[in-house]
């Protein structure tokens, strides 16, 4: 065990050495005429991303011609380990990819803020206030990022069901899972939580049907209340699913990237709580189901009172680095990364819901409309309003509440701790 943690070590230094490298070698200087930039973040490696850079570089080049840059596209699941190893070194990418919420927001005093330098993309733009701490801008939106229910079209009609007026209680919604599974065989949701995810889209898509209008804004504020009968009836539900059988078997070893969307594309659920942007999200599942058949519908309520809507904030958006030698040239690769022509692609490639308002996207299915027309009426993500070390918390707590190697109350005393602890 020891030689293989060393050996683990010795391989995260490494790649962290090599990520680095690009940014900080002799011939490889960020900014200024004829200099370099260089960005890290895990999206420029793929396919569906390709077209989005090449048109941000090619905007960024007609107001900075004399400086070149590199995308460096690094492998998630190691991402913010190689940029914290960056961060503690002082030196790394000029640019950087973050997700919304506590993990930009943890690492803030290594970042630029751009607030003098967005100004003119503040209306153009959504989802600020995930990049956003203390009243200070560190990224720019890319991408508005949520966690609609998307339902099977189809399996309603399979069970008799009206597949255009899906359940807007909870004790209805369990009756037309039962009522599925009957008819079909399918389970009510396709859960992944192997990584620990699935607890951060469980709260996030259900929270506005179980806690009140105050105390979900109470939440995004900072002034969570741990004991209150509200947040322990998200986590009391998220047990009860498991329990009562509405998951697919083994939902603790089952990935949510894509094992569990695989689960619900293949109609062996009926329900799954995805993403609104470039994985996980209505244009894959379009490919598998027929965009006709993919459905999407807000919480169902669970605590009388309680008022559902969209889920989502700013998804993922680029920082510049404290380090960089040219904040300016820097803080305008931004721009064009989030630039209306380059977004415009990010759309039509990935199926990216992206930041910029103007885009339109009337063309791409009755899922779209839903989910955009949901927007103006939407909240924050609960989950996007903690701290990164909570959030990974929570998701240890969970596998432990579905294996029920911990109670309820257990896990609410543990999670307060944390969140108290900042």
């Not at 508005?144 to 998307?150: D, E």
């Not at 339902?151 to 069901?161: D, F, R, T, V």
């Not at 209805?172 to 399918?186: D, L, N, P, R």
């Not at 896990?411 to 944390?418: D, F, G, V």
Request: hydrophobic residues 40%; proline residues 4%.
């Amino acid at each position: 065990m020891k030689q293989r943690a060393l050996w683990s070590v010795i391989l995260i230094a490494a790649l962290a050495v090599a990520g680095c490298g690009s940014a900080s070698a002799p011939d490889s200087e960020s900014g200024g005429a004829g200099g370099k930039l260089v960005v890290w973040d895990w999206k420029s490696g793929e396919a569906s991303a390709a077209s989005y850079i090449e048109k941000a570089k090619a905007d960024f080049a007609g107001k900075h011609r004399g400086v070149t840059v590199e995308f460096v596209a690094q492998p998630f699941e190691q991402y913010y380990t190689l940029l914290g190893a960056a961060i503690q070194a002082g030196k790394g990418p000029d640019v950087m990819l973050f997700n919304g919420g506590g993990q930009m927001r943890d690492r803030v005093d290594a970042l630029l803020p751009l607030d003098e330098y967005v100004g003119e993309d503040k209306r153009r733009l959504a989802g600020w206030e995930a990049f956003t701490k203390d009243g200070k801008i560190y990224a720019a939106p890319v991408t508005l990022q949520g966690h609609p229910i998307y339902y099977n079209k189809s399996l309603y009609q399979k069970a008799g069901l009206d597949p255009e007026r899906p359940a807007t209680r909870w004790d209805e919604f369990v009756a037309h899972c039962a009522a599925i599974t009957k008819a079909t065989g399918a389970k009510c949701f396709a859960q992944g939580n192997k990584e620990g995810i699935g607890i951060q889209f469980f709260l996030s898509a259900l929270g506005s049907g179980i806690l009140s209008a105050q105390e979900y804004d109470d939440w995004i504020a900072g002034k969570r209340d741990w004991t209150s009968p509200g947040v322990k009836r998200v986590f009391s539900l998220w047990k009860e699913v498991n329990d009562q059988g509405l998951n697919n078997d083994g939902a603790n070893s089952t990935a949510m990237f894509n094992d569990a969307f695989a689960v619900f594309q293949s109609g062996k659920a009926s329900h799954v709580i995805g993403l609104m942007s470039d994985v996980g999200h209505w244009k894959d599942f379009a490919e598998f189901l027929d965009a006709a058949n993919v459905g999407v519908m807000r919480s169902p309520v669970v605590t009388a009172g309680a008022t559902p809507s969209l889920p989502y904030d700013g998804g993922i958006g680029y920082a510049v680095a404290k380090w960089t030698k040219d904040p300016k040239a820097a803080a305008d690769l931004v721009r064009s990364l989030t630039s209306t022509d380059a977004l415009k692609s990010f759309y039509a490639d990935a199926g990216a819901i992206a930041a910029d308002s103007t885009i339109d996207v009337t063309g791409a299915g009755p899922a779209v409309a839903t989910i955009v027309s949901g927007i103006d009426g939407g909240k924050p993500a609960l989950h996007v309003a903690l701290s990164s070390k909570t959030v990974e918390l929570m998701g240890r707590l969970s596998q432990q509440l579905l294996s029920g190697s911990v109670t309820v109350d257990e896990a609410m005393k543990q999670l307060a701790a944390s969140d108290q602890a900042g």
